[in-house]
C-alpha cells in the first residue's frame, strides 16, 4: 500500500514507566530541562502506561503541512494532562486520536484529554479495544481491568470509529473518498489488526474477555486489537510506533515491511512486551530478529523490561536511545 513520504516526525513521551531527569539531549531527541528561570522545574509523573504525542511535517500540494496526533492516553486518569501542563505542551490542536489496543494502560486518560482538548475529536480503535476483559493468573486470581466506555467518551466529545484494517492519516483528507487518488494523502499508516507469524511471539496469556457476562470468562491471548503506526521519512525509512506490541515486535516490524514494501527500518519506538517471567524465553529470539533487521534507532518504552532493554544496550549500544517522560525524539530527512 503506498505510505506517503514525510519530511519530519516528532515524537514526544507524554506517559511512560520511568523519567530520569539527568539524561543528556543530542541531535536525535531533546530532554526537559532541569533548570528553568534559575528554579528547578516540576518534574512529570512516571507511571506504567504509555502515551506519545505525534507530529509530523511534510509536502503535500507544493505546501509544508503539518499534522498533530495523540496514540494511546496512558494508564491515570490525569496522568497526561498533568505531565502535559508541566511540559509546556498544547493538547488542543490534536486532530485525531489513535488507540493501540484497549488495556488500562493505555486508555485510562481518554475522558480527561477529551474533556481538555474541549471540542470533538475522532478516536480510531479496533473493534475489540472495547471488550470487556480480566486478568485471570494460573492460581484462580483474577481482576477485571477497566474497559472503555463508549457512551463516556461520546458525551465527552470523542467520534468513535472502529477499524480492524488498515487506514491512513491525516483523516481530513482520507474520510470522504479513498477513491480521489490524486490527493492521497496517506501520511500515517494506522496497521489495524497484525498477523501472527513468529512462532515466539506469545500474545499476552492471561487475558481474558467476558462472553455474556462476568462470570463466563473465555481465553482471549491473541489481543487482536494491538495496532502500531507506521510512516516513512523520506530518505531513511520506517518509524514503527507501538504501544505495547502484543502482536510482537518481530510480527510488527515483519507487517510493516510487507504492506508498505519498504525494507530499511529507521526507528522502532515503543513497547516490546518483553518483561515478565512469562516473555524472558523469548528475548534472545526477538533479539537475533531484531539484529538482523538492523534499524537505525531502537526506543524501547513502557513494557519492554529492564532485561530486554539491557540485552539491546549490550547487541546494539550505537542505536539504543534510552527513553523518559517528558523526552521528544526527532526523526528527520
Same mark, same amino acid.
Not at 515491511?257 to 528475548?283: A, N, P, R
Given at each position: ?16 514507566? !520511568?523519567?530520569? @531527569? ?14 528553568? *528561570?534559575?528554579? !528547578? ?14 507530529? +509530523? ?17 496512558? =494508564?491515570?486518569?490525569?496522568? #497526561? ?6 511540559? %509546556? ?17 493505555? #486508555? ?7 474533556? @481538555? ?21 494460573? *492460581? ?16 465527552? %466529545?470523542?467520534?468513535?470509529?472502529? /477499524? ?6 491525516? @483523516? ?23 498477523? @501472527? ?17 462476568? +462470570? ?15 510512516? *516513512?521519512?523520506? *530518505?531513511?525509512?520506517?518509524? !514503527? ?7 510482537? +515486535? !518481530? ?10 514494501? #519498504?525494507?530499511?527500518?529507521?526507528? /522502532? ?28 534507532? #531502537? ?25 523518559? =517522560? ?8
Amino acid at each position: 500500500m503506498n505510505l506517503q513520504e514525510i519530511e519530519s516526525a516528532k515524537i514526544t513521551i507524554l506517559v511512560d514507566n !520511568i523519567t530520569d @531527569r539527568l539524561l543528556p539531549s543530542s541531535s536525535i531527541v531533546k530532554r526537559p530541562p532541569m533548570i528553568s *528561570n534559575q528554579t !528547578i522545574s516540576k518534574s512529570p509523573i512516571a507511571e506504567h502506561g504509555f502515551s506519545a504525542l505525534l507530529e +509530523i511535517s511534510y509536502v503535500h500540494e507544493n505546501a509544508t503541512k503539518t499534522n498533530k496526533f495523540l496514540f494511546d492516553t496512558g =494508564v491515570s486518569k490525569d496522568g #497526561i494532562v498533568n505531565n502535559s501542563d508541566v511540559l %509546556g505542551i498544547n493538547l488542543e490542536d490534536i486532530e485525531t486520536i489513535i488507540l493501540s489496543h484497549g488495556h488500562f494502560d493505555h #486508555i485510562s486518560g481518554l475522558i480527561s484529554t477529551l474533556r @481538555r482538548l474541549k471540542k470533538s475529536v475522532e478516536i480510531i480503535a479496533h473493534p475489540e479495544a472495547f471488550l470487556r476483559r480480566w486478568l485471570v493468573y494460573p *492460581n484462580g486470581n483474577k481482576a477485571r481491568m477497566d474497559f472503555l466506555n463508549e457512551e463516556e467518551i461520546n458525551q465527552a %466529545g470523542g467520534i468513535i470509529r472502529k /477499524v480492524d484494517k488498515i487506514s491512513f492519516l491525516p @483523516r481530513n483528507a482520507n474520510m470522504h473518498s479513498q477513491k480521489k487518488t490524486n490527493h492521497a494523502n496517506n501520511r500515517v499508516m494506522i496497521t489495524g489488526e497484525i498477523p @501472527r507469524v513468529t512462532k515466539f511471539e506469545k500474545g499476552f496469556p492471561l487475558q481474558y474477555k467476558e462472553q455474556d457476562n462476568e +462470570i463466563d470468562l473465555v481465553p482471549d491471548p491473541l489481543v487482536s486489537d494491538d495496532q502500531a503506526l507506521i510512516m *516513512n521519512v523520506r *530518505n531513511k525509512g520506517l518509524i !514503527i510506533l507501538t504501544g505495547c506490541g502484543h502482536a510482537g +515486535i !518481530i510480527n510488527t516490524i515483519k507487517f510493516a515491511k510487507k504492506v508498505t514494501g #519498504i525494507e530499511k527500518i529507521y526507528c /522502532v519506538i515503543g513497547g516490546f512486551h518483553l518483561s515478565g517471567q512469562d516473555y524472558e524465553d523469548s528475548i534472545p529470539l526477538t533479539m537475533a530478529e531484531l539484529t538482523s533487521v538492523d534499524p537505525q534507532h #531502537i526506543v524501547p518504552c513502557h513494557c519492554t523490561g529492564w532485561k530486554a532493554t539491557n540485552k539491546i544496550i549490550d547487541t546494539m549500544p550505537e542505536k539504543f536511545i534510552q527513553s523518559s =517522560v517528558g523526552s521528544t525524539f526527532y526523526f528527520e530527512a
